[in-house]
T-cell receptor
Framework: AQTVTQSQPEMSVQEAETVTLSCTYDTSESDYYLFWYKQPPSRQMILVIRQEAYKQQNATENRFSVNFQKAAKSFSLKISDSQLGDAAMYFC??????????????FGKGTKLSVKP | NAGVTQTPKFRVLKTGQSMTLLCAQDMNHEYMYWYRQDPGMGLRLIHYSVGEGTTAKGEVPDGYNVSRLKKQNFLLGLESAAPSQTSVYFCASLRALEGNQPQHFGDGTRLSIL
């Protein structure tokens, strides 16, 4: 069974600085998708960024980028120029490709990010 | 542009009571999911549906039942609530399995069982 591990329960960053959140996963599949979701205190689940396993290029969305290392099964999230609004719980999630999937996500336990002004 | 709507947003029950959580999506998505979120546990899949009239068990299905009589609705039932079911419940939908399409989440239901 696939598992997702987020080894940092809590992280803190100074406003305007850069922070990296770690995520590793375990799978025997070669085709899958990876996601980072943000959950602010409002409880909403907000998609931050996504990555296809077959793509070598790391995904980027404005201040958010990933470092996808397929061989190492690592999918870290880098937040540049951190803002107060980035403070939230961040979840890493895995999904098998459609050939063996029902579309459900497997989540890590989350990393709580605090941003200091 | 409602997306995924969960009803109610908050509820307190007594042990042994029953209730139904409603999830409605207006995006014509095929796939729907119920997750529960507990402190330090992330989100775990309870049940899911791959289309109207279908349901299947996820990782933590015990104590819950589901139904999907209409494509747009996915109901989660607790027949006899237990304190261990105190949690935040999220519904999500997915248009199709192909591609890296993300799941769309509702805003969650906070359920407390006393």
């Amino acid at each position: 069974a696939q598992t997702v591990t987020q080894s940092q329960p809590e992280m803190s960053v100074q406003e305007a600085e850069t922070v990296t959140l770690s995520c590793t996963y375990d799978t025997s599949e070669s085709d899958y998708y990876l996601f980072w979701y943000k959950q602010p205190p409002s409880r909403q689940m907000i998609l931050v960024i996504r990555q296809e396993a077959y793509k070598q290029q790391n995904a980027t969305e404005n201040r958010f980028s990933v470092n996808f290392q397929k061989a190492a099964k690592s999918f870290s999230l880098k937040i540049s120029d951190s803002q107060l609004g980035d403070a939230a719980m961040y979840f890493c999630a895995y999904r098998r490709n459609y050939g063996g999937s029902q579309g459900n996500l497997i989540f890590g336990k989350g990393t709580k990010l605090s941003v200091k002004p | 542009n409602a997306g995924v709507t969960q009803t109610p947003k908050f509820r307190v029950l007594k042990t042994g009571q029953s209730m139904t959580l409603l999830c409605a999506q207006d995006m014509n998505h095929e796939y729907m999911y119920w997750y529960r979120q507990d402190p330090g546990m992330g989100l775990r899949l309870i049940h899911y549906s791959v289309g109207e009239g279908t349901t299947a068990k996820g990782e933590v299905p015990d104590g819950y039942n589901v139904s999907r009589l209409k494509k747009q609705n996915f109901l989660l039932g607790l027949e006899s609530a237990a304190p261990s079911q105190t949690s935040v419940y999220f519904c999500a939908s997915l248009r199709a399995l192909e591609g890296n399409q993300p799941q769309h989440f509702g805003d969650g239901t906070r359920l407390s069982i006393l």
